[in-house]
Nanobody, 115 residues
Framework: QVQLVESGGGLVQPEGSLRLSCAASGFTFSTYYMNWVRQAPGKGLEWVSS????????TYIDSVKGRFTISRDNAKNTLYLQMNSLKSEDTAVYFC????????WGKGTLVTVSS
């Protein structure tokens, strides 16, 4: 069965960095479009970034452009999100989601940006 497991979240100070990982199993990861989505406390889901199957095309929400980088290692079946210059408004649970229509989701990892 499809399994997505996020890791790498934690508490970080403003302007700090974190790298999130999403380990995938149960499907042919290298053929899937992948996404990062976040949910801030008390708010709805917000798409953050996407990457195509071979990593050649990436897209980002405007608020993270220039600060976040999505990438993937198809040999390791792993999706990444490098987050730099973090702001308090980046505080959220971050989910990875597989497929263009986000049919498969992980359980998320919490990122808290606070001094």
């Amino acid at each position: 069965q499809v399994q997505l497991v996020e890791s790498g979240g934690g508490l970080v100070q403003p302007e700090g960095s974190l790298r999130l990982s999403c380990a995938a199993s149960g499907f042919t990861f290298s053929t899937y479009y992948m996404n990062w989505v976040r949910q801030a406390p008390g708010k709805g889901l917000e798409w953050v970034s996407s990457i195509n199957s071979d990593g050649s095309i990436t897209t980002y929400i405007d608020s993270v452009k220039g600060r976040f980088t999505i990438s993937r290692d198809n040999a390791k079946n792993t999706l990444y999100l490098q987050m730099n210059s973090l702001k308090s408004e980046d505080t959220a649970v971050y989910f990875c989601a597989a497929d263009y229509n986000m049919n498969y989701w992980g359980k998320g990892t919490l990122v808290t940006v606070s001094s």
